[in-house]
């Protein structure tokens, strides 16, 4: 197993992306190799000052960025020796199991359409966050951004790959389902919610629980919420300052604790022909830390391929 790792993507890189990746190596088995992609001198240069033998890593050398502030799609076309170019050109190729950066989101988004490609049947790919749950548990709440606009049959197959996950990755056994409205009753919400519930009362593919609103992402009702990624975004926005403001107000309770990024790693980008993680830009060593590791789960569990089962 190999998981392809940029350490020039993120505000804080390289550092912290090398000492991810020390942190990771330590705690992956032996089959799985790190492959850092970016200037391989000064990874080695870090990694010898920090007493850690530089072969016990892979390296793939360059050191062309494509920056946070570029357009993703010119980006992408106009330097193809980038770290994010050249991740998925190896995915691509089967040189690489897995693919992870905190570079340009876009450009990730961009590379996953067009150079690994959703899987057939797939309208379109999407991205999740956990939501802690007030019992212990947590739950996954998609899309949170790559789909501002979702048309209900969109909305439905979330549905789907949120379970395909919710199972596989978090051991959630017949996950349940539900649609994120301002209402719990079948006729509340805009047209398009009103036609998802159509869609998926009946369903056969997951486990639908009806609507659920924002309140009630906390609680047990359900275990994969769906919605539009506009909507998803402020939610997750919201969510994160809860984190924020716990802190700043000092108020110390593990429920609240759980709401740190760190501790989830990246997000997968689901429903496209390979395994590719897109992490936080102010990703610290514990975060890619916890990203790689849930690369290596999903190439573990054949994540990819089931979806793909799912869909042909």
Do not use: W
Request: glycine letters at 10%.
């Amino acid at each position: 197993m190999k998981i392809g790792f940029d350490i020039l993507g993120g505000d804080f890189a390289p550092d912290n992306c090398l000492e991810g990746a020390i942190l990771a190596a330590k705690e992956l088995p032996a089959q799985a190799r790190i492959v850092l992609i970016g200037d391989s001198e000064v990874a080695k240069a870090y990694f010898n000052k920090k007493g850690i033998d530089p072969n016990s890593f892979d390296y793939v050398h360059t050191t062309e960025v494509i920056e946070m502030g570029e357009h993703p799609t010119k980006a992408f076309s106009q330097k193809p020796n980038s770290t994010i170019n050249l991740g998925f050109k190896l995915l691509k190729e089967a040189q690489l199991d897995a693919f992870i950066s905190a570079g340009n989101t876009g450009a990730m988004l961009v590379g996953s359409m067009f150079t690994v490609k959703a899987v057939p049947g797939v309208i379109r790919p999407c991205i999740t966050s956990i939501m802690p749950k007030e019992n212990g548990g947590f739950g996954l709440l998609l899309d949170v951004g790559t789909n501002a606009d979702c048309k209900p049959d969109v909305l439905y197959q979330f549905g789907i790959l949120g379970s395909i996950l919710a199972k596989e990755i978090y051991k959630i056994n017949n996950p349940k389902v539900a649609l994120l409205n301002i209402g719990e009753e079948p006729e509340k919400g805009n047209l398009v919610a009103q036609a998802t519930y159509s869609l998926m009362k009946d369903t056969k593919d997951f486990n639908f629980v009806g609507n659920v609103e924002g309140g009630d992402i906390f609680k047990d009702q359900a275990d994969v919420v769906v919605c539009e990624g506009f909507v998803g975004n402020v939610v997750l926005k919201m969510a994160e300052a809860f984190y924020t403001v716990s802190k700043k107000l000092k108020v110390e309770h593990e429920y609240f604790d759980k709401f740190n990024y760190e501790l989830y790693g990246g997000t997968p980008i689901l429903g496209i022909n390979s395994n590719v993680i897109i992490c936080h830009g102010i990703s610290s060593p514990l975060a890619f830390k916890n990203s790689l590791v849930l690369a290596k789960d999903l190439v573990d569990v054949k994540l990819t391929e089931k979806i793909q089962q799912t869909f042909q």
